[in-house]
């Protein structure tokens, strides 16, 4: 059997997008999931927010993980956070997930990051075990917070009611 990671093409945003779908299916999230093609290609390959890589098996596509660069003020540097990470169940305990990693905590190191980090579900044990085995460690002190819809969209308008100058 060949295994490869490659980066994904603009012509494989259907695939990235099934992919986001069986995750959030996997997560119970599927009515969270609003990208389309179009939001992939534009903000992916065309504004180039984030990169993906998949993981193959003689050519097949047999897990994916979604990435981007962040910046850590304490540490200087950039650091790489992982999005999203999936195989498929029937190729899962094989070590593709783990190849998948791997290969991104050395795209980190090569790329001069101070970090490689992601957020998971609190009852995924599965993955904090696995995660977990590899030496990584949870950030137990800090708490993800959000502002996405309604929410995000009555804090931007805020911007407009304000009086201070903004560099824009």
Known sequence: MNFEIRLARESECGLILNFIREL???ERLSHEVVSTEKMIRENIFQKHFAEVVFAELDGRPVGF??????FS?????????LEDLYVKPEYRGKGYGKRLLIYLAKLARD??????EWAVLNWNEKAILFYKSLGAKPMEEWKVYRLDGKELEKVALLAGASDD???M
């Open 24 to 26: 959030a299916e996997y």
């Open 65 to 70: 993980a979604l990435f981007f660069h962040n």
């Open 73 to 81: 003020t304490f540490v200087g540097r950039p650091g790489l956070y």
């Open 111 to 116: 790329r001069g990051c101070g970090r490689f």
């Open 165 to 167: 100058k903004q560099v």
